[in-house]
């Protein structure tokens, strides 16, 4: 086995297929960047937690979480440990009383979880040197984001609406769209618009 780069998240980007999103891991250190195609309901659970967004009732990996910490079960890291065909494949390793062990996991899942309990994500670096590219391919890549998928997603290919133009909006009015957006739980849409307002000040 090849040896492990630790990662983080430098962003996510609506990709383009409809319904899909990119989230971009990379290392510092060597300025390689990772894409990975997600699907919305697993981005909006990481945007989320990158924004330090609160929901309103627990979603799906907030429930894990909880489930986890009651029975004193933690996650020690997640590593990005196959690209087979164009997928992804992770392993959530977590630690409790009775040890550590390693369980399959979609990526865009462990990356999830990670974030939930602050853990490491890793990535092979045979992976990484075939999917990777550098920050002075950004420009370029980003019109193609995604080099790889998660296991079991399989992206549409119709064309995605358009991102709203919040730029038009005033602060009070980008106030209110943030509120509305946290409030239906749409947590990717209220990350773009606070980027929006953090511009603003």
């Not at 250190?29 to 609160?54: R, T, Y």
């Not at 009383?97 to 979880?113: H, K, N, Q, V």
């Not at 009070?172 to 739980?185: K, P, R």
């Amino acid at each position: 086995m090849s040896r492990r780069v630790e990662v983080f998240i430098k962003n996510i980007l609506p990709a383009h297929s409809h319904g899909a999103y990119t989230v971009v891991l990379h290392n510092p250190a060597s300025k390689i960047q990772l894409p990975v195609l997600i699907g919305a309901v697993e981005a909006q659970s990481i945007a989320m937690e990158l924004e330090g967004l609160e929901s309103s009732r627990p979603l799906t990996h907030d429930l894990f979480l909880t489930t986890l910490q009651k029975f004193n079960i933690s996650i020690k890291e997640v590593c990005v440990e196959r690209l087979s065909e164009g997928i992804y494949y992770s392993t959530i390793y977590f630690k409790s009383e009775l040890g550590e062990m390693g369980i399959d996991s979609r990526t865009s899942d462990a990356i999830a979880m990670a974030m939930k309990f602050k853990a490491p994500i890793f990535v092979l670096q045979d992976i990484i040197d075939e999917a990777g590219y550098t920050e002075e391919d950004e420009e370029e890549d980003l019109l193609k984001p995604g080099r790889g998928t998660e296991e079991g997603f399989q992206p549409q290919t119709h064309i995605p609406e358009e991102s709203a133009p919040f730029a038009e909006f005033d602060l009070e009015t980008l106030e209110n769209l943030l509120q509305e957006a946290i409030s239906i739980e749409d947590y990717v849409r209220a990350a773009r618009i606070r980027d929006e307002i953090a511009k603003r000040k």
